[in-house]
């Protein structure tokens, strides 16, 4: 018999859809080196459940010891790790904003792992909050937390009216916005803080959104008849590290 | 009855595996754009699988047209597309790549994401050859063709013992690898030709190919305690980035 009842794998599981996330305002994160970040940071795990092979002995009031095909019921992974945790999705508030800093602003982000992965550069380049469109992705999807590699913990993402949001900041921020057409941002200058808006996919950066971009930016393609674009999360390192840069000049 | 053969559906099912792709010489190519891509390339399409709702004629001595239900079974993507082309792999020759431009090399990347990425970010950035170790992910298999957009159709990809190859191409060329210490990227010395390392993505470049590394470069992080590592398309965007900047410097 089993350590975690059929109710209790269900649940796990329903936690893969963004409505039983926000119903139960709960997310799972899955690996020790992710979960172990959870655990150091400000957010509240609720609950981990572990294999034997788990190597490292965690402090926590509720531990479960499960099996590892029990695990890779409730695991979202192809091969499940050692430990799974629930852990409590925080409320950002969009008024603790500040305007002093380098934000990046996401219009309808679709793809989780594009997200994870945005997620994770801004980690890297000190960028402390994202603000997203209500049509973004949901940050605390399974994909998209294992593609932040416990980033998540650092950065703050909040999903809120981008158009709104956009028109009350840029009255104090400068919007950057990255178009085909538009300054070479290797030349552009670029300030320590402002919004810099990274669009869909497949249609970039939205007419109304467009329409409150006070700079518009373009990466110079190397050659002509190249690639039509590129990734939002290659874009988007690609930006980050340009307003990062220009601190070494 | 259907158009297509169980036989017929069982042999395209099985390109999605690398034995079969090598055994074959094909892989399977999907999406209205990605196949007018290769269409209009040097790639030999063998055969065309569309539905009645593919959009544009297209010129072919064999196209078949088939249900939607039954692209749907030969599909590689969630949602088949309308369109699924059967492609000869390409032989290229290691001999035929040059010494006086910028190459990439990768050292065991395992993602096919990653690796499509990284091919379509080559393109943008006119990075004509990616040489790859054997143990890197195939760049004919269905996820990394997705992910490269069409770029697969501009951009040579070599599979050799890299280290052999390095150790042969470093009296003529310099080597940049890209480790969590080494020389600040902004400020380094980069030219416009050489051959920059990318290593796996959990490990990093290994420690032989290290070993022939010319020039250590480093992505500095902007604060202490943020991410351990950048994702490796995401380190690739920024490097291919800060060498071709330097043209308007």
């Given at each position: 018999?089993g350590n975690?009842?059929?109710?209790?794998?269900?649940r796990?599981?329903?936690?893969?859809?963004k409505?039983?996330?926000?119903?139960?305002?709960?997310?799972?994160?899955?690996?020790?080196?992710?979960?172990?970040?959870?655990?150091?940071?400000?957010?509240?795990?609720?609950k981990?459940?572990?294999?034997?092979?788990?190597?490292?002995?965690v402090?926590h009031?509720?531990?479960?010891?499960?099996?590892?095909s029990?695990?890779?019921?409730?695991?979202?992974?192809k091969?499940?790790?050692?430990?799974?945790?629930?852990?409590?999705?925080?409320?950002?508030?969009?008024?603790?904003?500040?305007?002093?800093?380098?934000?990046?602003?996401?219009?309808d982000?679709?793809?989780p792992?594009n997200?994870?992965?945005?997620i994770r550069?801004?980690?890297?380049?000190?960028i402390?909050?994202?603000v997203?469109?209500?049509?973004?992705?949901?940050a605390?999807?399974?994909?998209?937390?294992?593609a932040?590699?416990?980033?998540l913990t650092?950065?703050?993402?909040?999903y809120?009216?981008?158009?709104?949001?956009?028109?009350?900041?840029?009255?104090?921020?400068l919007?950057?916005?990255?178009?085909?057409?538009?300054?070479?941002?290797?030349?552009?200058?670029?300030?320590?803080?402002?919004?810099?808006?990274m669009?869909?996919?497949?249609?970039?950066?939205?007419p109304?959104?467009?329409?409150?971009?006070?700079?518009?930016?373009?990466?110079?393609?190397?050659?002509?008849?190249?690639?039509e674009?590129?990734?939002?999360?290659t874009?988007?390192?690609?930006?980050?590290?340009?307003?990062?840069r220009?601190?070494?000049q």
């Open positions: 018999m975690i009842s059929k109710q209790e794998k269900k796990i599981n329903s936690l893969a859809v409505k039983y996330r926000d119903k139960e305002r709960l997310f799972v994160v899955e690996g020790e080196k992710s979960v172990s970040e959870f655990l150091a940071s400000s957010f509240k795990v609720r981990i459940y572990c294999t034997c092979e788990y190597g490292f002995p402090q009031p509720d531990i479960t010891q499960i099996t590892s029990e695990m890779q019921q409730i695991s979202n992974l091969t499940a790790s050692t430990v799974l945790a629930l852990v409590e999705t925080p409320s950002v508030e969009i008024d603790a904003l500040p305007n002093n800093e380098l934000l990046l602003a996401l219009d982000i679709q793809d792992g997200l994870g992965t945005i550069l801004a980690d890297w380049f000190g402390n909050y994202i997203c469109s209500l049509f973004t992705a949901d605390y999807g399974p994909k998209t937390v294992q932040t590699m416990g980033s650092r950065i703050k993402v909040v809120t009216d981008l158009y709104a949001f956009l028109k009350s900041a840029n009255e104090k921020n919007i950057y916005g990255t178009f085909l057409e538009g300054e070479n941002i290797y030349t552009a200058e670029l300030s320590g803080n402002g919004i810099a808006v669009g869909n996919e497949g249609k970039g950066i939205s109304e959104i467009a329409g409150l971009v006070s700079r518009k930016l373009s990466i110079p393609a190397f050659v002509n008849n190249a690639a674009s590129l990734n939002v999360a874009a988007t390192a690609i930006i980050c590290s340009e307003f990062r220009r601190i070494y």
